[in-house]
């Protein structure tokens, strides 16, 4: 339990201006925005709300910090970041409590965000020292090939909500360590966390113009003259289809390289050889975490009918027992959804699984109390063809439909758009591993209900995306191939 002078003290502790060009900065004409605290409604703070000629500043700041940046040694850069990582280490409740305040999740969860999102500091530093090239004889004998990695230039990162530091870690960490400087537009409803970790990476070293930030609720207005820029070199872009969809059509103007994490519709297929316990186990991992809000939560759950009943009653008495309430209160499990839209979201489809069949065990609609509560909700035979099978829910909602045969599982499992991760139970090895080359994802968790690793190439196929972040991956997508000719040295 944290008391309210916790929460006014890392309140006053957050910077608010824009960072451009190694300042604190007012946005042009003062122009300032609420940030809420979704367990309330009520005003945390107010941030700078960045205009479209604020972007080009800060962009202009990160062309003119660009060459000095790649050409700093990699053990500085590194050093950086490991000193940014140790800070954050140093400030661990602060930052979980900013994270809960603006955000809305249980202060455990934030807590392990920290964990997990600040070892994409700690990674990456390793990472800066290790970027390598090749030396090579041509199949002739004639020439010499060499092959070296650059830095791709400045950079845009767009991030959203759900995960407010490791989703600017994840790009932040690997263009610094590759030596490019960066952008960062925070999502609007929750860019408290960017702006306290731009300070903590400022006063680790970075130099000025490295590392700009600008906060908006004009996204749209200020993206534009950003990918517009012939002078901004790569877009990396966490958040929805649609939008991840029209800023590729944006960057397709100046060629831009891309990294895009974009939607899922993770399919959790339960087998009837599975361990049915650490099934149930895992499904409160892939679901209720984020309380449901994150790209990689099982969105559909596909259980054999053998299991389906054991599976249902045992993940219902689960759910049942799940504490709700305001991220910031002991032992809390299930804190707000982010706004209003969120919760009109999830009514929405359940409604829909309903009137087409589905049984309702446990939940199933908004909560009477302050702020955007959605109740732990478990709908059961959810027919073919409902909405909540094919669009991604991003709240507390399981929906659990059966199947006969390992063909439908992997039908069914496959039959969307999306393809970010999918979720297996079975104790079959020759199963999980046809499992593994069958599912059209980017990433599965194998008897595992959480997959985010720093280390791990996280990202997906089909409309979930476009290349990799953390893991060896991660730096290559900040970094350009060059490839150089010379003749034998012999000739
Ligand atoms: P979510 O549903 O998670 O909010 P969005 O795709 O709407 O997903 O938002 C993710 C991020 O993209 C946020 O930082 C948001 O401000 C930004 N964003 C939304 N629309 C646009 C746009 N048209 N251009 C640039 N950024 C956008």
């Given amino acids: 339990m944290t008391t309210a002078a916790d929460e006014a003290k890392v309140l006053a502790d957050v910077p608010t ?42 962009l202009d700041a990160a062309v ?23 800070a954050v280490q140093a400030r661990r409740d602060d930052i979980a409590l900013l994270m809960t305040l603006e955000m809305g999740k249980p202060l455990a969860e934030s807590l392990g965000e920290v964990t997990y999102g600040s070892e994409f500091l700690r990674w990456f530093s390793e990472e800066a020292v290790r970027i390598t090239g090749r030396y090579g004889v041509n199949p002739e004998g004639t020439g010499r090939t060499i092959v070296s990695q650059h830095p791709v230039g400045p950079c845009y990162l767009i991030t959203p909500w759900n995960f407010p530091l490791a989703m600017a870690t994840r790009k932040i960490a690997p263009a610094l360590a590759a030596g490019c400087t960066v952008v960062v537009k925070p999502a609007e409803l929750t860019p408290l966390t960017t702006l306290y970790v731009a300070r903590l990476l400022e006063e ?42 029209k800023l590729l059509q944006q960057a397709a103007g100046n060629v831009l390289r891309t990294s895009m994490e974009l939607g899922g519709n993770a399919p959790f297929v339960v087998f009837d050889d599975a361990d049915v316990d650490a099934a149930v186990e895992g499904a409160m991992l892939a679901k209720f975490r984020n309380i449901g809000q994150a790209c990689t939560a099982s969105n559909r759950f596909l259980v054999h009918e053998a299991v389906a009943d ?29 706004n209003e839209a969120a919760v009109g979201k999830a009514e929405e489809l359940v409604q829909d699984a309903v009137e087409r069949g589905a049984t309702v065990r446990i939940g199933g609609g908004p909560i009477d109390r302050p702020g955007t509560f959605y109740s732990p909700t478990v709908l059961d035979r959810v027919p073919p063809g409902s909405d909540i099978l094919r669009t991604e829910i991003f709240g507390p909602v399981v929906g659990i439909a059966r199947f006969a045969t390992e063909d439908d599982a992997v039908r069914l499992a496959n039959n969307t758009e999306y393809g970010l991760v999918s979720y297996v139970y079975t104790k079959d090895l020759a199963r999980g591993q046809r499992m593994i080359e069958r599912l059209e994802t980017g990433m599965m968790g194998l008897n595992a209900g959480v997959i ?40």
Avoid at 72 to 85: G, K, V
Avoid at 209 to 216: A, C, D, E, I, K
């Fill in 64 to 86: 003119g910090a660009q060459d000095a940046w790649a050409a700093t040694a990699p053990r500085t850069r590194s050093d950086i970041l490991r000193r940014a990582w140790e």
């Fill in 204 to 245: 680790a070293g970075l130099p000025p113009g490295v590392l700009n930030v600008v906060p908006t609720t004009t996204a749209a207005a200020i993206t534009e003259p950003l990918l517009a820029d012939r002078r901004l070199r790569k877009l990396s872009f966490t958040g929805s289809t649609p939008v991840g969809v």
């Fill in 452 to 491: 985010s690793n720093a280390s791990a190439p996280f990202g997906g196929v089909k409309q979930s995306g476009i290349g990799r972040e953390g893991g060896f991956e991660g730096i290559h997508e900040y970094l350009s191939t060059k490839y150089t000719m010379t003749p034998s040295p012999f000739a």
């Fill in 310 to 338: 054991e599976f249902a009653d045992k993940l219902t008495a689960r759910v049942q027992a799940l504490p709700i309430g305001r991220g910031t209160d002991e032992g809390v499990r299930i804190g707000p959804l982010i």
């Fill in 17 to 58: 201006g824009l960072l451009i060009g190694g300042t604190w900065q007012d946005a042009t004409g003062g122009r300032r925005f609420d940030v809420l605290d979704p367990s309330t409604g009520s005003t945390l703070v107010s941030v700078a709300d960045a205009s479209p000629e604020d972007a080009v500043r800060a």
